[in-house]
């Protein structure tokens, strides 16, 4: 049985950075894509960072260049690094696990269908 437990999250304020990890059991990371959702109050959620077990990643075009997601080298650990925090930062972030390689750009507003596992949650809120 897969699980995914986020932590990492807390209050931060903007400018300010935060690192989530994601720690996944019952999960083998081969031929297949770890993600980062977020959804804030009212709004559906989006993909922010997609990472491939090959290494390649992707990201929403509104955190390119400040988000970065990494993996740990046994493969079972998941990381989201948030530098340059905006108060439109604030969501509950998800990890997710989909068993495919994204391809493409930017995230598709529709890779949420995709994915088969989900973690639990973890808030993170920017204070302007």
């Known amino acids: 049985q897969v699980h995914l437990l986020e932590s990492g999250g807390g209050s931060v304020q903007a400018g300010g950075s935060l690192r989530l990890s994601c720690a996944a059991s019952g999960y083998t990371f081969s031929n297949n894509c770890m993600a980062w959702f977020r959804q804030a109050p009212g709004k559906e959620r989006e993909g922010v960072a997609v990472i491939n077990t090959d290494s390649t990643t992707h990201y929403a075009e509104s955190v390119q260049g400040r988000f970065t997601i990494s993996k740990g080298n046994a493969g079972n650990t998941l990381y989201l690094q948030m530098n340059s925090l905006k108060a439109e930062d604030t969501a509950m972030y998800y990890c997710?696990?989909?068993?495919?390689?994204?391809?493409?750009?930017?995230?598709?507003?529709?890779?949420?269908?995709?994915?088969?596992?989900w973690g639990q949650g973890t808030q993170v809120t920017v204070s302007s």
């Open positions: 997710a696990a989909a068993p495919f390689l994204y391809v493409g750009g930017p995230i598709r507003t529709d890779f949420e269908k995709d994915i088969r596992y």
